[in-house]
């Protein structure tokens, strides 16, 4: 059974920093493209980072244009782990943030794919932590 499971969420005040893992059990992690999505309240899911597996010759990282140079994201496939470091959070970061897990081609996950593609082209989700930015 395969599972995901995220930790490292809570509350920070703007300008912190989180850092959100997720591990993985019962798939050969290496081999699979790990993303990090958020979903505000009343908001639709959306993309923040993606990180590919092995079938990529080199790593391979895309970020949203809202969390560049503020997030990375990182993993360790001996440990079955994917990591998200936030930085300089903002209270518009605030959301419940979900690892997923994939094996289709790395091309076909763009960063801003839609919520619907999204749920079916990554094949396992956590089951989200919750980041709140506020004073």
């Known amino acids: 059974q395969v599972q995901l499971v995220e930790s490292g969420g809570g509350l920070v005040q703007p300008g912190g920093s989180l850092t959100l893992s997720c591990v993985a059990s019962?798939?050969?992690?290496?081999?699979?493209?790990i993303g990090w999505f958020r979903q505000a309240p009343g908001k639709e899911r959306e993309g923040v980072s993606v990180?590919?597996?092995?079938?990529?010759?080199?790593?391979?990282?895309t970020y949203a244009d809202s969390v560049k140079g503020r997030f990375t994201i990182s993993r360790d496939n001996a440990k079955k782990m994917a990591y998200l470091q936030m930085n300089d959070l903002k209270p518009e970061d605030t959301a419940i943030y979900y690892c997923?897990?994939?094996?289709?081609?790395?091309?076909?996950?763009?960063?801003?794919?839609?919520?619907?593609?999204?749920?079916?082209?990554?094949?396992?989700w956590g089951q989200g932590t919750q980041v709140t930015v506020s004073s």
């Open positions: 019962g798939l050969s992690f290496n081999w699979y493209h």
């Open positions: 997923a897990a994939t094996n289709s081609p790395f091309w076909s996950l763009p960063i801003d794919l839609d919520p619907a593609t999204a749920r079916f082209r990554y094949d396992f």
């Open positions: 990180i590919s597996g092995d079938d990529e010759s080199i790593e391979k990282t």
